[in-house]
Each structure stands twice: as structure tokens, then as C-alpha cells.
């Protein structure tokens, strides 16, 4: 009978973008960073780790490692395994579950229809507690531990730019990496600040990916003056050896307060 309890079956890390899926015994987790060595280990990323579970994968007649995952999880029973739940593993590593991974182009040839994996993808985590976990150790799942990272990628992008601090700033590029999404989403950011209210959120402290000020946003000078900010006198840009330029905070997760609609 399936629990909240479950171990690991599998365990897969990647070093490079080129590279496949290597299949491992140990992965090391490091807080505010995700899997040591790892292509996708980022600070502010929401999908330093992606987690299936074992019955799932079967169901799809799926290989482990196809769907590259990192970790492949056995026992959990499917309502518990969640956007929002908490995984603790025997060595006191832990991992937040932030939301389903979405299928895509990379493993279109594994199904008929990605239609048939939406949601069953398995789901993308952060590193909250560092540590080792091996393969034949075991998990325990605590459901609904965290509010789940919602599924639109323009809601996190709000939530993300309300947690925007007077006196910071960041990139497209930082926003992309903060959301979860693919570089490709460059370009969408420009409507997506279109159409975001700039009373009720702070679009002034966006940058673009050069870190320019931008020419659509109402009085962005004079409101990051207000707020601190300097100003190269030759260029358009803030001052990249200003103390604020930059993300923050550095990390976002631990803290079920932080970066939640």
C-alpha cells in the first residue's frame, strides 16, 4: 500500500547541455544552489532538481533517465506527490517541489501525443537542506508543506517582480532564470511588462538583457533615482558597480513566505 513514505530508485545528473543523462549512486544537494556538478544548479532557479515517481514512468512504458529526471522516486503514493510538498531524505537532504515540469520537443518521440504525459512529467524541486542522497535510501513526502509555484509562467513571472525590493534591479535574463523557463522566453518579456500594471507592480526595476533602461516603462530614471539607484553619465544603463545592481535575494525558497503568489 503506497504512504507518504518511498526510496530512491534511480539517481541521474548532467554536466553539460550536450551531454546526456548520466545514471549515479550519490547525488550531493547543496542549498541555494541545487545538484553539485550539475548543468541546471542555479541559486534562483526553480528547477535545480526534477523528481518522477517509479509507478509513473511505468504506466508510460518510459525508461528511467528518458525523461531527464534526476531522481526517481518509488512508494509515494500520486496525490502526495505534488507542487508544494516537501521530500526529506535520510541524510537530512530536503527538497521543495515547485511545480510539474512541462512536456516538451526533447521527449516528443518517447509518447504518441505529449498530451498523454501533461502533468506526469514529474515534478521540479529546489535544494532547501544540503546533503547526500543515495540510491536504496529513503524519502518521506510531506504534501502541501509549501504553496505551489503556480503553472503560468506569466503569474510567476508577477510573483517574482512583486518581491522586487525599492533600491534593486534585475535582468531579462534573471527574470527568465528566476521563472523557470527556457531562454527562448527572452522575448516574451517585453509584453509580458506591457501589459503588467506598473502601480501595482514594480516594473521600473526590470532591466533589459544588456542592462539598459527601457524606453516603454513610465519615469523609470527618475524612479530608480528615487530609490537610490546611480546612473553612468555616457550610457543608459545603471551603474553595474552599483551595490544594488544585480538579484536578489540571493536565494529564494527556503522561506514558504518568499516568491509565493
Known amino acids: 500500500m503506497f504512504s507518504t513514505y518511498g ?3 534511480h539517481l541521474f545528473t548532467k554536466q553539460k547541455h550536450s551531454s ?3 545514471e549515479v549512486q550519490t547525488l550531493n544537494l547543496k542549498l541555494g544552489h541545487g545538484i553539485k556538478g550539475d548543468i541546471n544548479a542555479n541559486p534562483i532557479s526553480p528547477r535545480q532538481v526534477l523528481v518522477v515517481r517509479h509507478e509513473d514512468i511505468v504506466e508510460l512504458a518510459i ?3 528518458e525523461l531527464r529526471e534526476n531522481v526517481v522516486i518509488t512508494g509515494i503514493e500520486s496525490k502526495n506527490f505534488v507542487p508544494g510538498a516537501l521530500i526529506n531524505f535520510d541524510s537530512g537532504a530536503a527538497i521543495r517541489l515547485t511545480f510539474h515540469c512541462e512536456p516538451c520537443k ?13 502533468g506526469r512529467r514529474g515534478i521540479l524541486g529546489v535544494v532547501i537542506k544540503s546533503g547526500a542522497i543515495q540510491v536504496g535510501s529513503n524519502c518521506q513526502i510531506e504534501p502541501n508543506r509549501f504553496p505551489a509555484l503556480s503553472e503560468n509562467v506569466y503569474e510567476r513571472f508577477l510573483s517574482f517582480i512583486k518581491k522586487v525590493p525599492s533600491g534593486k534591479v534585475v535582468t531579462y535574463k534573471q527574470i527568465i532564470q528566476a521563472i523557470g523557463v527556457d531562454n527562448s522566453y ?4 517585453p509584453i509580458y511588462i506591457k ?3 506598473p502601480i501595482n507592480y514594480p516594473i521600473h526595476r526590470i532591466l533589459d538583457s ?4 527601457i524606453t516603454y516603462i513610465p519615469n523609470q530614471k527618475d524612479k530608480l533615482e528615487s530609490e537610490g539607484m546611480k546612473f553612468l553619465c555616457a550610457v543608459n544603463s545603471a551603474s553595474k558597480k552599483n551595490e544594488y545592481f544585480g538579484v536578489f535575494p540571493e536565494y529564494l525558497y527556503e522561506d514558504e513566505t518568499i516568491y509565493l503568489n
Do not use: E
Open 7 to 9: 526510496s530512491i530508485l
Open 20 to 22: 546526456p543523462m548520466r
Open 63 to 65: 525508461q528511467p533517465g
Open 106 to 118: 526533447r521527449i516528443a518521440h518517447l509518447v504518441k501525443s505529449l498530451k498523454v504525459i501533461q
Open 186 to 189: 527572452m522575448r516574451v518579456i
Open 195 to 197: 501589459k503588467t500594471s
Open 210 to 213: 544588456k542592462g539598459n533602461l
